[in-house]
Nanobody
Framework: QVQLVESGGGLVQPGGSLRLSCAAS????????MGWYRQAPGKQRELVAT???????NYADSVKGRFTISRDNARNTVYLQMNSLKPEDTAVYYC???????????WGQGTQVTVSS
């Protein structure tokens, strides 16, 4: 099992910044990917950004150039730096930990990000 604890959500004005953190614990050994997904009201959950344990990254087109994902393997923590936030970034953001062979996903409890003036 893997446990994920998220922090850093909140209310921010358009153009502002927020940093999300997610700490993983438990059976986290081996090659893995950590990342962030988000779900806005009435919409499906969508990928925001992912990073593997060897630092390969992947971003949704809608956040490229504005969001940066990073990972501290020593602290088993993934970060999402979100800059130039837009109202359409408003959603619940979920941390994801993916193990491979077999593929198994673990999810955090979610943290609300609201971008509004």
């Amino acid at each position: 099992q893997v446990q994920l604890v998220e922090s850093g959500g909140g209310l921010v004005q358009p153009g502002g910044s927020l940093r999300l953190s997610c700490a993983a614990s438990g059976n986290i050994f081996g090659f893995s990917a950590m990342g962030w997904y988000r779900q806005a009201p009435g919409k499906q959950r969508e990928l925001v950004a992912t990073i593997t344990s060897v630092s390969n990254t992947n971003y949704a087109d809608s956040v490229k150039g504005r969001f940066t994902i990073s990972r501290d393997n020593a602290r088993n923590t993934v970060y999402l730096q979100m800059n130039s936030l837009k109202p359409e970034d408003t959603a619940v953001y979920y941390c994801n930990f993916r193990k491979f062979t077999p593929t198994t996903d673990y999810w955090g409890q979610g943290t609300q990000v609201t971008v509004s003036s």
